[in-house]
């Protein structure tokens, strides 16, 4: 009875208040990409905010185009993310734009991003690549590349025989090496040649990398071979990233 009766009252005469919103139609509202678009973006900024939810990083140099915009709208995409609780953040000098999400003690913030932590063999792959990389960097080299078979000859140095048997070894290191391609912390030039990218230094930190150095230094025998590998959560939580959609 009161719906009835408040229904009754905002269509009474003399009262101009509508009881319904009417959809405006496509044809009337030229700003809107679709039928009752509310969103104020353009539809290549919102194609770049969509970019950023959906990827863990965007690059500069593989992504030239949506880089641009990123940049000439960083801030009203920033604002957008910040809306979701989720924090952009944009490294200009090596070209890489990635989101972190929000966490607050102060604050009840609902988690939209969860963490997707490396497997051991990734996380070994990482480690090797991060060094490869700072001595080449600190020797004044304009790049680092490795060959699949360099990589693989070090981290299955780290392989027991519990790990089960040297080829499917092989297979987890390679898994793990077409996982960073995709990621674009390195890129392929050639048939088992990649060249390290500068996303290697946001992944692993110079910090984390030196604990897990000395982690697996500890690992080693006195005759200097490595023995027990690290265990899944020990190396796991030194590869854990952020960014995909919860």
Partial sequence: MTDIALSADADAPGDDTPAFIAPVAMENDP??????DRGVLDADVRRVLVRILQRRFLLAESSPAEW???????????SRLN?????LVVDHSRGVAYKEQVRSD???VPIL?????YSRAETLVLVYLRTVFQREITAGTGSARVDVEEV????????????????????????AIARLDREGIIEEESEGRYR???LIEIVLSAETLRELQRWLDEQTTDAGAPTARATEAELVASGTTEGELA
């Fill in 31 to 36: 700003d809107a990409l679709f039928a009752g």
């Fill in 68 to 78: 641009k915009l990123l940049l000439e709208h960083q801030q009203m995409i920033e």
């Fill in 83 to 87: 809306d979701l609780f989720v924090r």
């Fill in 106 to 108: 102060e604050l009840d």
């Fill in 113 to 117: 991003l969860k963490d997707e932590a």
């Fill in 152 to 175: 693989e000859q070090t981290v299955l140095t780290y392989f027991s025989e519990s790990d089960g048997t040297r080829a499917s070894q092989q297979r987890a290191v390679r898994t």
């Fill in 196 to 198: 390290i990218g500068p």
